[in-house]
Nanobody
């Protein structure tokens, strides 16, 4: 069973760049036909898909976040990363990484065992 673990700073200052890493074990970032996504949940709100990188290295982004988001991967380290630029307090959320076979809203709002446990990120000065 694949395991995913998010890591990164728990506190980021406004206007800075948030960087998170997802480390994958018992799975491969190049295994067809998986997507590797970042999803977040602000306090009191629903899950929001941010973007994904697929098995071939192609990237996909939520249009509402595309201008501030970048997702990349290091297959040798079995990691993929999220960078979110120019953060504001509204970016405070629990951030999850996940492996899925599609990018539908239903899939991105249904946590399962192919998701990491999540990491809390607070944006505050």
């Amino acid at each position: 069973q694949v395991q995913l673990q998010e890591s990164g700073p728990g506190l980021v200052k406004p206007s800075q760049t948030l960087s998170l890493t997802c480390t994958v074990s018992r799975g491969s970032l190049t295994a067809a036909f998986y997507y590797w996504s970042w999803i977040r949940q602000p306090p009191g709100k629903g899950l929001e898909w941010m973007g994904a990188i697929d098995y071939s290295g192609s990237t996909y982004y939520n249009p509402s976040l595309k201008s501030r988001t970048s997702i990349s991967r290091d297959t040798s380290k079995k990691q993929f990363t999220l960078q979110l630029n120019s953060v504001t307090p509204e970016d405070t959320a629990v951030y999850y990484c996940a492996r899925t076979l599609d990018l539908s809203k239903a899939t991105m709002t249904s946590p399962n065992r192919d998701w990491g446990q999540g990491t809390q990120v607070t944006v505050s000065s």
